[in-house]
């Protein structure tokens, strides 16, 4: 697996590799929370259709990297068992200039969230597990 | 015509976990998810919001599908 | 120092310590170019007037925090003689939402430039030493 | 009235490295500022780009200079 992982994601590994034709790196990381719509959560699940999963990563990466004026764009996402606190999804951008940077780094999380066959399960401080309503894929029936 | 029902994320809870194994008159992916809301009234919320797959291709509504096949029914998404 | 440093920047520490309420990390980075303006780049220095660059630089974090939905900004920037590659400046912000944690970051990696007494030459391969034009400070006369 | 100026940044190469001992008739930080342009037509470039800092406090046009006082010279700024 590229895209997907099962362990701790490694951000010191990611960011390793200096890339001297780049002037702008931007890392965007989300974590589990401790709260969500005033509810306290304690965890979360992340489950994936793995080979789906994986192609729309690399397909949001190559796009990325054509869209925008940027060096490379990497994504890793994180599936199982989730504390608070825990990395969920790193996303890492190298461009010349900055402002390309932000651009796609951006636009890869909203494309992410649009496209990518990832469920998150949150695991509430009371007991519940609730699955958050996602987006619908374009090709829903 | 009988497949194989692979679930994912939200669908688990009301179809259980794959292989789900079902014998259904529909012929294409469209009818799948017809019959399938005709079965389990537990889909509502879903209707017209799940994706077919077979292996690693998203399926069009009138992707016809073989004997045995193993679909994946994919709901909203919610990674990140 | 708090905000200014003259070894590496650590970006592995800087990352460290979860932050329970936030959800969204997102760390600039800007690094030493191989390149500018079409002339090829073999290092560059880092000046500061100490106590201003501190000064404004903590400025820039608090008024980030007040200005925008985050929970956290901290910058650091490097002074010294800098090799391709390595980062000049680090800036962490973490936020309950992401949108905000964007544009805090773009927001304070631009106000950095306009705002903060450092002073960048650029040491080409041709041997030539460079100061960077740079933004007037509004107190100047 | 003696000052002890500190240069920044490219404003070192034109008026040496701190600390720059001048004698000089200005009694505020615009007067200095004129004062330096005419001695050093080096300073050109910088016309109206110079801000004058006493120690962590930048200094208004009006500002007042206290013999012996140490003048930063801060010219526009490229950190980043």
Partial sequence: ?141 | MKLLLAPYGPLIPVLGTAPVCVDTPARNATELLDWLHAQYPGLAPWRQRIACAVGDTLLSADATLAEGAEVALIPPVSGG
């Fill in chain 1, 1 to 141: 697996m590229k895209h997907l992982c099962e362990h701790p994601i490694a951000l010191t590994e990611l960011l390793q590799g200096s890339d001297h034709q780049s002037g702008a790196g931007l890392l965007f990381t989300g974590t589990v929370r401790n709260h969500h719509a005033g509810r306290a959560v304690r965890g979360m699940s992340y489950t994936a259709h793995h080979a789906l999963a994986e192609a729309a990563l690399e397909t949001i990466c190559r796009d990325a990297e054509t869209r925008f004026d940027i060096v490379s764009c990497r994504i890793i996402h994180r599936l199982g068992e989730l504390q608070l606190g825990d990395i969920s999804v790193a996303i890492l951008v190298h461009s010349a200039h900055r402002e390309a940077a932000y651009e796609a780094s951006r636009w890869a999380i909203e494309t992410l969230k649009q496209k990518v066959p990832i469920w998150k399960q949150e695991h509430y401080v009371d007991g519940a597990d609730v699955y958050l309503d996602g987006t619908t894929l374009d090709q829903a029936l």
